[in-house]
């Protein structure tokens, strides 16, 4: 089982600043299998990233995602408001789905 | 517009199994895609719990693979999760999702791009 290892754990930021989220796997990831969620308090996850580096229908351009083998990275270029909540990566691979454990970005 | 929702009791009593429905419209579960379970405890991350096909094997975390069942509705127009002896830790908001087996136009697999807004399911006596 491939585990993903998010960092860091909490990201203290402020409005119009830029967001580097890393996202680092325990044995490497097929570049069009690593995805990335956004999740606000009490409600599901969004799809934002998938394949890595595409990004999913309605998601601003300041969301951006890279990376391959085990380092992956979701930045956003500038933090709007709307952009606090807390980031997951998920990878599949061989019939088996899983999901680092978080990154939360919070106003500073 | 594709649209999933859970339903199922929000109290399980522990060592009994707990049963979800996640109805699917705007979509046909006999199409392309994989549906799955996802859960998250309180105040935790997430995590999965398995995937079916609409005509094959259902796919299960290996950590919960003995109490797990997944099944796809007859009318394919929901799908099924059962997980038996459940206990504190099975408390959890969990999750219905549609999964993208393989994108077409960028190769990419494996991906949740449709969830239902989630179900509390608290296990207590």
């Known amino acids: 089982e491939i585990v993903l290892t998010q960092s860091p754990g909490t990201l203290s930021l402020s409005p119009g600043e830029r967001a580097t989220l890393s996202c680092r796997a325990s044995?490497?990831?097929?570049?069009?299998?690593l995805a990335w969620y956004q999740q606000k308090p009490g409600q599901a996850p969004r799809l934002l990233i998938f394949?890595?580096?595409s990004r999913a229908t309605g998601i601003p351009d300041r969301f951006s995602g890279s990376g391959s083998g085990t380092d992956f990275t979701l930045t956003i270029s500038r933090l709007e408001p709307e952009d606090f909540a807390v980031y997951y990566c998920q990878q599949y691979g061989n019939l088996l789905w899983t999901f680092g454990q978080g990154t939360k970005v919070e106003i500073k | 517009q594709v649209h999933l929702q859970e339903s199922g009791p929000g109290l399980v009593k522990p060592s009994e199994t707990l049963s979800l429905t996640c109805i699917v419209s705007g979509s046909s579960i006999s199409s392309g895609y994989y549906w799955g379970w996802i859960r998250q405890p309180p105040g935790k991350g997430l995590e999965w719990i398995g995937t079916?096909?609409?005509?094959?094997?259902?796919y299960y975390n290996p950590s919960l693979k003995s109490r797990v069942t997944i099944s796809v509705g007859t009318s394919k127009k929901h799908f099924s999760l059962k997980l038996s002896s459940v206990t504190a830790a099975d408390t959890a908001v969990y999750f219905c999702?549609?999964?993208?087996?393989?994108?077409?136009?960028?190769?990419?697999?494996?991906?949740?791009?449709?969830w239902g807004q989630g179900t509390l399911v608290t296990v207590s006596s």
């Open positions: 394949g890595a580096s």
């Open positions: 079916i096909y609409h005509s094959g094997d259902p």
């Open positions: 044995q490497s990831v097929s570049s069009n299998s």
């Open positions: 999702a549609r999964t993208v087996d393989y994108d077409v136009l960028t190769g990419s697999r494996g991906y949740f791009d449709y």
